[in-house]
């Protein structure tokens, strides 16, 4: 029996289905991919091929579980630029129907960025477009969890009470989960490096959403000081978290429990690095 999920956001790089030997590769037991271009709005469309690969590697990696999709970097779910927000409604539209055929659970997407709206009013615009994609979905699988941000620029989802304000909006609460970000949470001003600062974090969580709705952690590293609101990623124990933050948030019984991906600067060396680190702190906790 595996005793923890975790992995890596694993390149696609000649055929969907190969992202299944990479992350056995590394020692994956879950793992993160783009389905298409992540920063273009073209999409193409799976082909019966793709999707048959994908499922027979599915098979044939079947203790590699779950696979997480990522949304592109392009959508904003916030903008009141008309073609933009219709634009990001589509491409959540499309990434629901590939996760559908492709049979993945989770979909992870930026909630967005207000630019010169009002919170409230981007808050609204982001649980409406949410909406209109699940509405125009024939995908009643997947979960879309909103990513905790770093608050960098004018980002919404970098405190949770905006998370639960989308939750509440929407038609659609019981598609829609929570996808934490180590990084984000550290760069956005929430203390989860320290015992404390974690365990009023996760009370936190529990009040306003339920931690039921926490489905994925993205186990990042920051490059950059605690509430900077500044979103730079780096690798395990080497940043402002810090080894002894990391063995407190691995130590955490809510946390450990999650699949986890781990979204580090590329480089197998490294990858293979982080890993070690990450199984050796799950080990070594509680």
């Known amino acids: 029996m595996i005793k923890y999920r975790v992995g890596f956001h694993i390149s696609v790089s000649g ?16 793992f993160q991919i783009f389905t298409t271009n992540p920063r273009s709005w073209t999409q193409r469309q799976l082909t019966p091929e793709d999707i048959q690969l994908f499922k027979n590697a599915k098979k044939s990696y079947s203790d590699i579980s779950p696979v997480i999709s990522h949304i592109s970097y392009l959508p904003n ?29 989770y979909l992870v997407v930026h909630p967005g960025k207000a630019k010169d709206l009002s919170e409230d009013l981007a808050i609204e615009r982001i649980a409406k477009a949410l909406d209109m994609a699940f509405s125009a979905s024939e995908n009643s699988l997947t979960v879309v969890l909103l990513e905790t941000m770093a608050g960098q620029g004018t980002e919404i989802g970098y405190k949770i009470e905006q998370l639960a304000r989308i939750i509440e909006l929407s038609s659609f609460k019981d598609r ?25 974090f996760v009370a936190k969580v529990h009040e306003l959403i339920g931690w039921e709705r926490v489905k994925v952690l993205h186990l990042n590293d920051s490059k950059t000081e605690f509430g900077s609101m500044v979103d730079r990623h780096w690798h395990i124990g080497f940043g402002k978290i810090g080894i002894d933050g990391f063995k407190v948030i691995l130590s955490h019984p809510n946390i450990r429990k999650l699949p986890i991906i781990m979204e580090t600067p590329w480089g197998e060396n490294w990858d293979i690095k982080n890993m070690k680190t990450v199984i050796k702190l799950l080990n070594q906790s509680p």
């Open 77 to 105: 779910f916030a903008s009141k630029d008309e073609r933009l927000y219709r634009l990001s409604i589509e491409a959540l539209v499309l990434e629901l129907k590939r996760c559908s055929l492709l049979e993945i659970p």
């Open 15 to 30: 055929g969907l289905f190969k992202s299944f030997e990479r992350a056995f590769r590394l020692g994956c037991t879950t």
């Open 176 to 200: 829609i989960g929570i996808c934490l970000d180590t990084a984000h949470l550290f760069q956005a001003g929430y203390p989860i490096h320290k015992k404390k600062g974690l365990d009023e």
